[in-house]
């Protein structure tokens, strides 16, 4: 019994020293919450991009290239870039409907922003529309000055 005793009184040290110094929780991983900005199917520009941007200049440049073929020109999200950062994607020329783009997850990793991006793209038994879309996502996070990286996963929707 004195046996047991000491075996217990032992592991409990070990697991109370392990859990104040963090030795075994650490994982270097936080997720990071984000709101939307902006999402939608029409922009002025063709080509694929991803960003990430904290300066206001850069900011209101990218929503007048957004808002560029647009004969009124809405409000631009209010964004405190002093607070937050932001990260935008954009899949670029599409030839129909049926293609989205959406940022599903953000994570700090060891000090590395890692932005998780899905394109989803239409499978061959969807119906869509015949026009040209360019699909894009805007959000807003915490401010940060980290590296990034961005994460594509492309998916090809099934309609059966």
């Known amino acids: 019994m004195k046996i047991l005793l000491e075996i217990l009184l032992s592991s409990a040290l070990l697991i109370n020293f392990m859990a104040c110094n963090g030795s075994s929780n650490k994982t270097g991983k936080s997720d990071i919450k984000f709101d939307s900005l902006g999402h939608g199917y029409y922009v002025s520009f063709e080509e694929k991009r991803m960003l990430v941007i904290n300066d206001e200049k850069d900011y209101i440049q990218l929503w007048n290239d957004v808002y560029a073929n647009l004969d009124q020109l809405p409000k631009i999200p209010d964004v405190d870039?002093?607070?937050?950062?932001?990260?935008?994607?954009?899949?670029?020329?599409?030839?129909?409907?049926?293609?989205?783009?959406?940022?599903?997850?953000?994570?700090?990793?060891?000090?590395?922003?890692?932005?998780?991006?899905?394109?989803?793209?239409?499978?061959?038994?969807?119906?869509?529309?015949?026009?040209?879309?360019?699909?894009?996502?805007?959000?807003?996070?915490?401010?940060?000055?980290?590296?990034?990286?961005?994460?594509?996963?492309?998916?090809?929707?099934?309609?059966q």
């Open 81 to 159: 870039l002093k607070k937050y950062t932001v990260a935008a994607v954009f899949m670029g020329w599409q030839k129909s409907g049926g293609y989205d783009v959406k940022i599903d997850k953000i994570t700090n990793i060891n000090d590395k922003l890692v932005i998780e991006v899905t394109e989803t793209s239409p499978g061959v038994n969807c119906m869509v529309t015949d026009g040209i879309t360019k699909p894009y996502d805007v959000v807003k996070i915490p401010k940060t000055d980290i590296e990034h990286e961005f994460k594509i996963n492309k998916v090809v929707k099934d309609c």
